[in-house]
């Protein structure tokens, strides 16, 4: 059976967003072993996949009665947010866990998981919004609380943005008035990698775009999933009326 490596929900809908997944599970095709080599404790890991994303997307994704796009294969697979020359987009260590499947993949191989995984998704995404050039792009990603050696990191979630922060900036004013939410700008990671996602769908096409990363303890379970799905709608039907053209 061929692997699908991206899907689409809610092509039709009418809102004026566009959620992405990038990092939605942690499914390996049966052609790579289906695990790649790692133990089970590591494919639930954070390294696999960007754990309680899938399922908050998708909810926000509802709220905002908007379509969603996300990515059916591991990150270890092939990192569908790096762009196609990133050395970090075929990873073979990743925070402390040597990655098998990956330690003899060449340069071949690597082009090969590109045109079987990589550019099928990205162009699912394109596809969609070169018939709905209004849309906002709005990218769901979670971060581990701690990474080892490091400290505990105190975000309930982050906002990403590159120079185009039209979008984030109208987001983070309306979250900074949450009192319960500790938010980070550019938090835990940088706003901007060349030739990422952000970059590929909205930064290049001058469309409004914003990239939510949420603590996963926060957003494990189903429930809280739903809850940060609908909490955060109204505030990016809020943020997007704000923005400037």
């Not at 059916?72 to 569908?80: E, N």
């Not at 990743?94 to 099928?120: L, M």
């Amino acid at each position: 059976m061929t692997h699908t490596p991206f899907h689409i929900e809610g092509a039709t809908r009418k809102g004026r967003f566009l959620v992405t997944c990038d990092h939605a599970t942690n499914s390996v095709p049966a052609e790579l072993g289906g695990s790649l080599g790692l133990p089970p404790e590591d494919m639930a890991r954070h390294i696999a996949y960007d754990i309680g994303a899938l399922g908050t997307a998708r909810a926000l994704a509802e709220a905002l009665d908007s379509p969603l796009v996300w990515s059916d294969f591991s990150r270890l697979v092939i990192d569908p947010n790096r762009g196609e020359d990133d050395p970090t987009l075929l990873m073979r260590l990743y925070d402390g866990s040597i990655i098998p499947g990956n330690r003899h993949a060449d340069a071949a191989e690597r082009q090969r998981r590109i045109e079987a995984y990589w550019r099928p998704y990205h162009a699912a995404v394109a596809g969609l919004l070169d018939t709905r050039p209004e849309l906002a792009l709005v990218s769901v990603h979670s971060f581990t609380p701690q990474l080892r050696g490091r400290l505990p990191r105190p975000w309930h979630l982050g906002i990403l943005h590159a120079w185009d922060a039209r979008l984030s900036d109208a987001l983070l004013d309306l979250l900074a008035r949450q009192p319960d939410l500790v938010v980070g700008r550019n938090e835990p990671y940088p706003g901007h990698l060349p030739g990422d996602a952000v970059h590929r769908h909205a930064l290049k096409h001058a469309r409004h775009n914003t990239l939510i990363e949420l603590r996963n303890d926060l957003i494990a379970e189903p429930e809280a999933q739903e809850d940060w799905g609908r909490r955060l709608a109204p505030l990016l039907k809020t943020a997007l009326a704000r923005a400037p053209e």
